[in-house]
T-cell receptor, first 118, second 115 residues
Framework: GAGVSQSPSNKVTEKGKDVELRCDPISGHTALYWYRQSLGQGLEFLIYFQGNSAPDKSGLPSDRFSAERTGGSVSTLTIQRTQQEDSAVYLC????????????????FGPGTRLLVL | KQEVTQIPAALSVPEGENLVLNCSFTDSAIYNLQWFRQDPGKGLTSLLLIQSSQREQTSGRLNASLDKSSGRSTLYIAASQPGDSATYLCASKGAGGTSYGKLTFGQGTILTVHP
């Protein structure tokens, strides 16, 4: 596809359940980012992947959160034992190259997954 | 730690008016600064990206400026239209310390342009 896609678009789950959120970046983009947007809060960085380098996990809020990127393309964000405070919109973005240099830095965002934990 | 602040939090203007959105950041060690718009229930759309060595970028009716030394960026929208109504977010990409390589976002400015 032409843009970043995410699935599901909406997810309602019960407290304590595990959820998986999927991101398909733009083909050929080497960098992939996950962000969280909570109600009334700004966008919060979670994790990013760049090529074959070890991911930067410094934004993950707890060890219940983890992410993988298989084959340098699709990424899955997993939240274990969900809590109500995990309710948010989870946004994925990709960019061509995480290095200095103009338009290649631009991050393109997917539509997000709206997660509601009851 | 980088902090990004946007003023005003909300802005309502009549169609045709020129307007300025403000963004300030505390750490001048940035690679670039990016402006996005977010429509309700949608993801973010990149509008303009200014590298740290640049002073401004223009795209159509949009002009973004960057003054790294003072930690400020502005987004100027000329001849506003109802279709410009959205939330506008600025984000800086860190060049050092704990912010290295990461985008730090402001809280956004909610813009409403009424006919």
């Amino acid at each position: 596809g032409a843009g970043v896609s995410q699935s599901p678009s909406n997810k309602v789950t019960e407290k304590g359940k595990d959820v998986e959120l999927r991101c398909d970046p733009i083909s050929g983009h080497t960098a992939l980012y996950w962000y969280r947007q909570s109600l009334g809060q700004g966008l919060e960085f979670l994790i990013y992947f760049q090529g074959n380098s070890a991911p930067d996990k410094s934004g993950l809020p707890s060890d219940r959160f983890s992410a993988e990127r298989t084959g340098g393309s699709v990424s899955t964000l997993t939240i274990q034992r969900t809590q109500q405070e995990d309710s948010a919109v989870y946004l994925c973005a990709s960019s061509l190259l995480r290095a200095s240099g103009g338009a290649v830095e631009t991050q393109y965002f997917g539509p997000g997954t709206r997660l509601l934990v009851l | 730690k980088q902090e990004v602040t946007q003023i005003p939090a909300a802005l309502s203007v009549p169609e045709g008016e020129n307007l300025v959105l403000n963004c300030s950041f505390t750490d001048s060690a940035i690679y670039n600064l990016q402006w996005f718009r977010q429509d309700p229930g949608k993801g973010l759309t990149s509008l303009l990206l200014i590298q740290s060595s640049q002073r401004e970028q223009t795209s159509g009716r949009l002009n973004a400026s960057l003054d790294k030394s003072s930690g400020r960026s502005t987004l100027y929208i000329a001849a506003s239209q109802p279709g410009d109504s959205a939330t506008y977010l600025c984000a800086s990409k860190g060049a050092g310390g704990t912010s290295y390589g990461k985008l730090t976002f402001g809280q956004g400015t909610i813009l409403t342009v009424h006919p």
